[in-house]
């Protein structure tokens, strides 16, 4: 026996010349004599398939191989994972059937070749050089980030396929909790249950939310679009897409699971959404919608309302309707509207200055928030907008109606053509024109989409920040002026949010950055696998929200010396939330060469084998060609339409064949001309499973047709990134570098995004693919593939690499005899991997079957193989790779390294018949390493309250810069302006203060005021106080100025008027002004009481001296209404306090 036959390889051919045929039969299979180096037994039911009749070219085998080379000893045990071959032993093929009498033992019969069935241990490796560093590397894991704070997990990321009709749009926070604007209505967690534990799979919550903290649910509602907070009422305000505003009460205490009921809701707008929601400092509520409308809804009738009873929810309803002031059609003169009509999707109110922005795309508008005056209309680069829109909304219907009118024209003179041609001409005309939109992409359409704003935000310090869709962050100044540009990521802003001196910024690639108030960058980290879409403040926390539903909270110092105590705290109690679990996943490749199998092909090849599968994955090859095909595949891509009728028979037919509906539920696939990758889940796991998302890259014809390139599929198992890539390579056998140009193409190119075949999507991966955030959304870092961050990737296709220095002959006889070894080291991909020129870092179980490629249709076993007139030399061209997590060969499961993963079955099915290759299939167990997040939290919890560093860190945060005010009591006459400074008496800190009303009330002889307090702490109107919000340096102080002015209040505007007799009687407020330091989670509050002294504006004669009497009378009268209530304002102000506290 020759030197290079090693022992598995001499055991089966001893098998094949000794073996006896098979009892139940006297017929010669190929299965008989190329069968794997040990004995098999299998079970089959008769029912699914019968064995088939396969003839072999005995002719073309020599008995013994002492005439063979030796091969090359270029076959190093490095090469080599050190797994044992296995052992003689038994594969069961199972059927649905329970009855075991109906399982049928047959010996030596094998329809698939392969090295072993059921090994006891993996099969050998070969791995592919270039895999330890760049874009092949596998992605680096931890038990806790080490690249960011430790964060706390409020909601844990829940699979897209659980929140379907529910995702989590928005959030806000209280002073004690965190409430969330969800597609079913709202929820809030009351921050004192943050660490406790998920109520699991099974509890009363749905998939997607077993793992959350505690939470409420309200009832279903429409999809909620906006949310505020009114601390004052003690109110949630939530925006809606039936163009309702809903409030809901903070003091809920629903029971058990009872969903809560909503308080006061008016119609806002009858024909479009709420997009945005603000309180402007006088209380009222601002609102934007859909084609630029704006309306106003007076604290006065809201008060009211909500005074109203349950009872008389409908006449509450109608106050505040009634109430509308709507600013659009009062700037709109004869039609012409000097505001823009694109939907108001951002408003912020600007309380230093008492003015709101509202936002479109490419615009703004700047109002008075207590005249409700339109004072200027600008561009996103801070010009004067003097264009004005003649359209109205009454216009846009009957547009909407002239286009479905001339729409309908065009079918009916189209009507004489046939329907493909017809469907042939729109697919094309749309591809094209969608390139001549992407060719032009570059110029005027991409220039304006970069610009357009994301997020708005207010500073402490009154600057105004916006950011683009470019990545650019803007400062502006109150008075809408452009100040300076600053630039920190390449991706699009979606939030912000700010607390202090610093600025927190949430983009589309998951990042959030911390910047100061002058723009500068102070750190950045990744914060979420998807878009950050809302950044709030609360208990000492920024939460953060991205698309997916995940909610985080970071502690407002972090980076800090709290995150450098919390994490190695957590890293060592990763044995208590680390959880191992194992998978099974069959791979099943076949170029199929656009024919259409029998089910018995199909049984043979996956249905056999899924018994014990919990994963499988089929990729398939040439399901359709041809050139009208591809060009028509090509034009549906390019608008977004995927698939094909074959492609769905492929998909159905195979799921027959492996129990689809039963045992296995189909997740997704996506197809790319004749390419189709498709993936089953077993039912058990599904819960675990989810996050499907797709991918196509084409790589025939100048890298635009499908006839050679890759689909793949991406999805969370366990919360670890799986993806499977199905390719079909540049052909021939000189075209080595192509195909490993192909697959370079292929790696760095694909992007994966929703697929319109996933129910739960909705969009489709192609168009996901026209969008340029796309590539970076998933990937901050610039260029990285997707498939970089994976932590399992399996390719699988039609590789097309051939076997080279071999002739037809030599390649037969090697074949005929078993010598697999020489036949390896004629692999071409083999050698391109172990140059680490393609498939870099993956590995591929030893190949001990037959190759797969070029056989003649209908013709069984091995003379099978192409015998016509080109002779194409046998070749291994469909096969399967895979890289997991390891960085070496002995690396262990663990959080680590969560993805290890084994081969325990490789093999062909040589008895299928259909193609002119063979199918292969590959078995693969794969161990993950994943976090119980429910545990962890708690975890998080128990450090984070009782580790004594962390304790004297959060104590010196709740510091707060002593301050004092110049005085406790102003009297105002009318247009009088008094100031009233703030001194900040620390030495070292900033101190931030917040100007608040804490209500308004009439003097009446003989009584105490009674204090009510506007939405949001409002003023009222007749009070200017300017600036209500600043940062006072160490050692500085601040002036306010506290102005009365009667100019609106004598106005009627039409509202209810809550005040009786408010124009004749002397007023008084009580403000709170809040201090908090810069990185303060609690705050202190002084208390200044503002009385306006009525003085008739009707008298003709200025009487100074009367009025400086009226003025010490007046004074000396809220003196005494001041000591007959001081001790209310004392007894109460624990309770102001706590109120502005966060």
């Given amino acids: 026996m020759s030197e290079g036959i090693d022992d598995a390889d001499a055991d089966a051919l001893s098998a094949l010349a000794n073996a006896p045929p098979n009892p139940s039969t006297t017929r010669k299979s190929h299965s008989q004599q190329l069968r794997t180096n040990t004995g098999t037994n299998f079970k089959r039911h008769p029912k699914h398939y019968q064995h088939r009749k396969h003839s072999l070219d005995e002719a073309r085998i020599t008995a013994v191989v002492d005439g063979f080379h030796n091969p090359s000893d270029d076959e190093d045990d490095h090469d080599f994972y050190p797994y044992a071959t296995s052992d003689s032993h ?146 949630v305000w939530s925006g809606h897409k039936d163009g309702k505003v809903r409030s809901w009460r903070m003091d809920q205490k629903p029971v058990d699971d009872t969903p809560f009921k909503e308080g006061l809701s008016f119609q806002a707008y009858l024909r479009g959404p709420v997009l945005s929601m603000v309180t402007s ?217 700010t607390y202090g001196p610093r600025i927190w910024v949430g983009y589309v690639s998951g990042m959030v950055q911390v910047i100061d108030l002058e723009g500068n960058l102070i750190a950045g980290w990744i914060a979420h696998n998807g878009p950050v879409i809302k950044l709030v403040v609360g208990n000492g926390s920024i939460f953060s929200l991205a698309t997916h539903g995940g909610i985080r909270g970071w502690y407002i110092s972090s980076p800090g010396p709290l995150d450098n105590i919390l994490r190695p705290e957590l890293s060592k109690r990763e044995h208590m939330y680390n959880t191992l679990e194992t998978v099974k996943i069959m791979v099943g490749t076949w170029n199929v060469g656009q024919g259409k199998p029998c089910q018995e092909a199909l049984i043979s090849w996956v249905g056999s084998q899924a018994y014990d599968v919990d994963i499988l994955v089929v990729g398939l090859q040439e399901v359709e060609m041809g050139a009208g095909f591809l060009a028509m595949s090509a034009a549906k891509e390019t608008i977004g339409v995927e698939g094909s009728t074959n492609g769905q028979w492929w998909q159905d037919a195979i799921g027959k064949a492996m129990g689809e509906g039963s045992a296995f539920e189909r997740v997704g ?39 050679k390139g890759g689909v793949g599929l991406r999805l969370r198992v366990y919360d670890r990134i799986m993806c499977f890539v199905n390719c079909h390579l540049a052909a021939h056998l ?215 560093k962390i304790q004297s860190i959060r104590e010196e945060l709740r510091c707060v810069p002593e301050t004092s005010l110049s005085t406790n009591k102003i009297v105002l006459q009318n247009q009088e302006t008094r100031p009233l400074t703030i001194t900040n008496r620390s030495n070292k800190d900033d101190a931030i203060f917040q100007i608040l009303c804490d209500g308004q009330s009439a003097i009446k002889d003989g009584e105490e005021p009674e204090y009510r307090p506007k939405a949001s702490f409002g003023f009222p109107r007749w009070l200017e106080v300017i600036p209500a919000v600043g940062i006072i340096k160490p050692g500085n102080s601040a002036e306010i100025s506290i102005h009365h002015d009667d100019t609106y209040t004598s106005e009627d505007d039409g509202t209810p008027k809550y005040w009786h007799s408010e124009h004749t009687r002397d007023k008084v407020v009580m403000l709170s002004v809040v201090i908090r330091g810069s990185k303060s989670t609690e705050t202190k509050s002084h208390h200044c009481h503002v009385r306006h002294v009525y003085s008739p504006r009707s008298t003709t004669v200025h009487h100074d001296q009367p009025s400086t009497k009226g003025g010490h009378s007046s004074s000396k009268k809220h003196q005494s209404a001041h000591h007959r209530s001081s001790k209310h304002f004392d007894k109460h102000d624990d309770h102001h306090r706590s109120r502005h506290e966060h």
């Fill in 281 to 497: 400092s006088y209380g009222d509520i601002w609102t934007g919608s859909e084609n630029g409308v704006i309306k106003v809804w007076p604290f006065e009738s809201i008060e009211k309302s909500l005074s109203l009873s349950p009872e008389e929810r409908h006449m509450a309803a109608l106050l505040v309707e009634r109430s509308c002031i709507d600013l659009k059609s009062q700037v709109t003169v004869q039609g012409v509207c000097s505001i823009s009509s694109s939907d108001v999707k951002y408003m912020l109110s600007d309380n230093v200055k008492s003015k709101i922005w509202a936002a479109g795309s490419v615009s703004f508008s700047l109002w008075d928030a207590r005249t409700r005056e339109l004072l200027k209309v600008y561009n996103v680069d801070g010009q004067i907008d003097n264009r004005v829109d003649a359209s109205s909304e009454k216009d846009q219907p009957i547009e909407e109606e002239s286009s479905v009118k001339g729409g309908s024209k065009s079918k009916k003179e189209k009507q004489g053509g046939s329907f493909l041609q017809r469907s042939r001409n729109a697919l094309i005309g749309a591809a094209d024109a969608v390139r001549r939109v992407a060719t032009k992409g570059t110029g005027a359409f991409a220039a304006e989409d970069a610009k357009k704003t994301e997020a708005l935000l207010v500073a402490y310090d009154g600057m105004i920040w916006t950011g683009c869709s470019n990545g650019l962050l803007v400062q502006w100044d109150a008075n809408g002026n452009r100040l300076h540009d600053f630039h920190h990521h390449h991706c699009a802003v979606l939030c912000f949010c």
């Fill in 734 to 948: 000189e075209a080595v570098n192509r195909r490993n140009a192909d697959f370079d193409h292929i790696y760095r190119n694909i992007t994966f995004g929703r697929s319109i075949n996933n129910a739960s999507a909705g969009v489709s991966s192609t168009a996901q693919m026209l969008r340029p955030a796309t590539s970076v959304a998933i990937n901050p870092d610039e260029g990285k593939p997707d498939l970089a961050e994976a932590d399992l990737v399996i390719f699988c296709g039609d590789f097309n690499y051939r076997l080279f220095g071999i002739t037809y002959d030599e390649a037969r006889d090697f074949v005929s005899q078993r010598s697999f070894d020489w036949l390896r080291e004629k692999d071409q991909l083999r050698a391109e991997m172990k140059a680490g020129k393609v498939f870099q870092g993956m590995r591929e179980a030893l190949i001990r079957f037959p190759p797969t490629y070029k056989f003649e249709r209908g013709k069984p076993g091995l003379g099978g193989y192409d015998s016509g007139e080109k002779k194409r030399i046998p070749a291994w061209c469909d096969r399967i790779l895979y890289r997991d997590n390891r960085s070496s060969p002995t690396s262990e499961c663990s959080l680590a390294c969560p993805v290890v993963a084994s081969i325990w079955l490789y093999e062909a099915c040589m008895d299928v018949i259909e193609s002119d290759h063979k199918p292969v299939r590959c078995k693969l167990k794969v161990q993950i390493a994943h976090v119980d997040r429910s545990i962890r939290r708690q975890e998080f919890g128990k450090i984070f309250m009782s580790n004594e």
């Fill in 90 to 235: 038994n594969q069961h093929y199972y059927t649905n059937n329970n009855n075991n009498n109906n399982n049928i033992n047959i010996n030596n019969s094998n329809s698939c070749s392969s090295s072993s069935d059921e090994p006891q241990q993996p099969l050998p490796e070969f791995s592919s050089a270039g895999g330890g560093a760049g874009f092949f590397k596998a992605p680096s894991r931890s038990a806790v980030h080490p690249g960011r704070p430790t964060a706390l997990e409020l909601r844990p990321h829940p699979l897209r396929e659980t929140q379907v009709g529910r995702f989590i749009r928005t959030i806000a926070c209280t002073e004690t909790q965190l409430w969330a604007g969800q597609e079913s209505g709202v929820r809030f967690w009351n921050f004192c249950d943050a660490f406790e534990p998920g109520l699991g799979i099974g509890g009363r919550v749905r998939r997607g939310d077993e793992d959350a903290a505690p939470f409420y649910e309200s009832i279903n509602t429409s999809p909620t679009t906006c949310m505020m907070v009114d601390c004052a009422n003690k109110l």
């Fill in 669 to 707: 696939s996506r197809q790319l001309a004749g390419l189709l990758i498709a993936i089953w889940v077993r039912k058990s796991l599904r819960t675990h499973v989810g996050d499907l998302d797709v991918a196509a890259v084409a790589c025939g014809l100048g890298r635009t047709f499908g006839n």
